[in-house]
């Protein structure tokens, strides 16, 4: 908006206008404006008029009236010389040429007031002046107006003295004041020129340190000089300053203290010009602090404990190791959770709006000590245990608790990191270890388990229950679980695993001495590898038949197999259906004897040792050979052929008969009790044996008198006649031996005999009659003067004399006869 604008705006809200409207002739007057001494009307007057006239009459007053002529073509006219603040009753008259009144309207309005005069105009504010001037009679208010060369305002005010304000600051201002009523204003006062001060300046406040304020501020447009003056909070006693710098520094104040620093800039002529006033508190003092270690629930903090610090508007305690805590109200705070087994210190810092206390006094502090990463418990020999653990850093001394669960409790308090104690077998343990130091204990510790291994069990009984299987039993112990029995020999262990107290090993080996341990075992702490084992040998090994042989008719030695290396006495027994034998050895033979032919037996053998008898070995048929027969006949049928009998063997289901000689043998296998043998050589002495043999094919050899063969017959015999009638039978013998001959010639006319003495193979005959046929028959004698009666037979034709050889005219068969 502009100067002029503004300045008709003002105008036009504080003119009232009064408006009368004349009834006749149609003319209207009205109050323009008016002063202390004129006012001006308007108006609209009909037409014809030539001229105007105004006429102010004072209404209440004796003073003359005032008036004033205007043309007819005005409408607007003033009226001078009036008294101030009075009410005038104006009256408009339209008149023509002839000075005659056309018509007339009336209005009434009050002057201004008189104007006023400054008394003193001067400025305390860069932002304002202040005018004192004289209050004159009938003004309701006033009017300051003030002007440069690009600013205008009129500030309306009650009374003397008026300020006007939203100035520039160093600044010149032309100043008028004006009076102010019903009516209007009046005109304004002689004018005085008057400069704005300087400002304030704008200043910046801060506590560097707890003793000291340091005030800084930009430079003030057309100051010379500042004054600051610093006033503490809640006293009387001030420090004022003048300084040309924009910095100052207030020092050896008292800390956490509020000081108020007022400040103004000087110009050129000596005038102060605006105040300004900031407060500013110092930083709080340093505090003492005092540090205890807490415990809360199994956390582990700090508690920090301080003095309450001058101005202090909260506190920060922080740790070495940049932890920390806050409080506002209390003087107390809590650190948590803190490490157990640290040793630091913690400082205090308080503050305010100022910033920072310097930081108190570190107060060292130790926390509890951490409980050992690591606690175990070792058993070097049964029943000697150590509670060992980690080392703990900053630990003056250990407490260790050892409770066993029957609820016995031990405990040992040392500066080492062992604790041995007795622990006896099947017990488990629970283990603790609290460090101590000056901070305390620590709140918590790790619980460990030690079972101990469980006791070896007592009362061990082993039996043979059986060839192959020992039976083991004990009495239960305290914390086994398990039992585990094994029975080792060299490389071969045996394991039986089971939850009762009683156990059986089975497919020992025979004979074998084992050493049998009972060992009983815990899931937690493993098995006792400690307990005495037990030597038990088991039952000797069953020994084998390996041989029978028949060594007499009615003995049998057996062989068996000595599969047992120590003092062992075997039986072996034959069992047959109406009798048994028995033998015993230590060896590996043995003699059954006086077994009886043709009988069947079965035969075992049994070890028998110390520890017990074994199971018998497999055992094996025995037959004993059938019974010899108790005769054997032997008849010769013919010259090459026998005829063998004899009587029945018990057992016996077939025969065997040999004759044997140097010069052959003969066999005969039957079933029958007799045997026609052939290829029998005459003249020989033949051993004569026989084979019973049984249903299985055991044989019995039965041995006889040796059988002579009878002379063997004379081959090539022949028939001679001789000159003196005699005939001589010729003949080849045959055989080892010599025998005397017998020769028999058998004819149609006679008979003749004729014996040869031993070693002769002629006899010679004397013939009666010639011509006859003979039968000759020449047959050996044996020793028993028998005459072999098997010889073959041979016919002659014996011619008469003159023929020397006889004639064989056909060969007879012997007879058996």
Known sequence: MGTTQLKMLQVLLLLTFTEICAAQNDI???????????????????????????????????????????????????????????????????????????SSALTEETTAPEVPSIIKAYSKRSDSITVEFTEVSGATSYILRAESDDFFSETPVSGSPGTVVNLQPTTDYILSVMSVNSGGRSQPSYPVKVKTVVIAPMMNTSSPSNDTILVTWPPVEHAVLYTLCIIRQGSSSRLKLNTTDTMVTFDDL???ITYCIKGMAWDSEGRTGDDTTVCQITRPPSTDVTVQVTGMGRSLGITVYWLPAQGAENYLALTSNAQNCTATVNSYCYITPVDCGQNHSVVVTAYNKAGPSSPSQPADYITYPCPPENSWVEEPTAGNCSLVWDEVPMVEYYMAFIKRDDGTEMSCNTTETTCPFFCMCGYTYLTSVFPYNQGGSSPYSHVRNYTTIPCCPQGVTIKLVSADTLEIMWSPVKGAELYETTAKQTNDVIHCNDTAPVCALSDLRCNTAYSVTVTPCSELRGCNRTCTPHTHETAPCSPEILNMTQTNNSTYRVLITNPNTRNTNYTITAIGRYNTHACQTRNSSCEITELPCGSLYEVTAVATTAVGRSLPGFSKPLETGPCCPMFVNVSQVTQAMTNVTWSP???????????????GYAKCHTLDTHCLMGCITCSTNYSVNLEAISSTGHKSECKYHGFSSSPCCP???KLYRRANNSLRVYWRSLGRQIHNHTVELYGTGANYTCIAAAGSTYCDIQEETCGDVYTVLAAPVGQNGIKVNFCQPRTYSVPCPGSNAGMVISRGRRSLN
Do not use: C
């Open 28 to 102: 209207t007057i009205s109050v323009f404006t008016v002063t202390s001494k004129s006012m001006t009307v308007q108006w609209k007057g009909p037409t014809g008029a030539s001229s105007y006239k105004i006429t102010a009459t004072p209404k209440n007053s004796s003073k003359y009236p005032v008036f004033a002529q205007f043309s007819g073509n005005s409408v607007m006219g003033s009226v001078n010389s009036l008294s101030p603040n009075t009410l005038y009753t104006v009256q408009l008259e339209a008149m023509d040429n002839a000075l005659n009144v056309l």
């Open 254 to 256: 008292e800390a956490g």
């Open 649 to 663: 063997g018990r057992g016996a289901r077939s025969y065997i008969t040999t004759l044997t000689s140097s010069r």
């Open 715 to 717: 081959t090539g015999v």
